[in-house]
């Protein structure tokens, strides 16, 4: 399988194959936060994210969300298809964390009356800024109905994904998602869902730090990253093994 680099991201690399319509979607063990300021790596994290994203993407299948998912090619490689990157990160959440915390005052842990969905550009020298409807139209980034869309697909992901992982004993707290046009237009969910892109509590330990399961771990200097990686890939191969997706 013939292959060029197409872009290297903080947590992946893209290669061409054969077909023009087919991406070899590499994962690293690079780790990254605030904007990438603070950098350093995971042992194994590459090969958790592309596992527990494979895994996922096959759960979301099965609740007819489209993705560029194919197949997982080795432990840190998944075979997608060439999308249109959509410059928006969509990002729900369930209870109160983060930079909701930060820029609202609401108590982190504080559980969200709905979930909330969020879009911010996709631009690292900008800061990734949050943006309202007005601005992502003023932008031209999406119509109004193509926002609809990933609204729509955003909360259903949330509403499946939750399912999934209250069976794997953790509790989705909030999540990025990416989407992307397929040549023939369709917006599909693109990316990774993984302990990157998610926050992830372990529902079977009450201290709030050690609960955490995610990338937050690295952000926080929290410790026990990669057993943390692994603890949540074990689980969800187990639960996707009880629902024969395996």
Not at 19 to 45: C, E, H, M, W
Not at 136 to 152: F, H, K, M
Not at 181 to 201: F, K, M, Q, Y
Not at 226 to 246: I, N, T
Request: hydrophobic share 45%.
């Amino acid at each position: 399988m013939s292959a060029t680099q197409l872009y290297e991201g903080k947590a992946k690399i893209l290669y061409t194959t054969d077909d023009p319509q087919v991406l070899r979607s590499y994962f690293k063990d690079d780790a990254t936060a605030f904007n990438a300021q603070k950098r350093g790596q995971i042992a194994g994290k590459g090969e958790v994210n592309c596992t527990v994203a494979t895994a996922l993407f096959k759960v979301l299948a099965q609740a007819h969300i489209p993705s560029h998912f194919l197949s997982q090619l080795s432990p840190q490689e998944m075979l997608v298809k060439a999308v249109q990157i959509v410059p928006l990160e969509v990002v729900v959440r369930n209870i109160a964390a983060g930079s909701l915390c930060r820029q609202t005052g609401l108590p982190i842990g504080k559980k969200l009356p709905k979930p909330l969905v969020e879009f911010y550009l996709k631009d690292d020298a900008l800061g990734d800024p949050l943006l309202t409807r007005d601005r992502i139209a003023l932008l031209e980034i999406v119509t109004a109905e193509q926002l609809q869309t990933l609204e729509t697909l955003a909360l259903r992901i949330n509403q499946a994904l939750q399912v999934f992982f209250q069976a794997c004993d953790i509790t989705l707290v909030d999540f990025k998602l990416e989407f992307g046009h397929e040549a023939e237009g369709a917006l599909v969910l693109a990316d990774e869902i993984s302990p990157d892109t998610c926050r992830l509590w372990d529902d079977k330990v009450s201290d709030p730090k050690d609960r955490v399961l995610d990338k937050d771990r690295f952000r926080q200097d929290l410790g026990n990253i990669a057993p943390a990686y692994q603890e949540v890939q074990r689980r969800v191969l187990a639960q996707l093994a009880q629902l024969g997706l395996a």
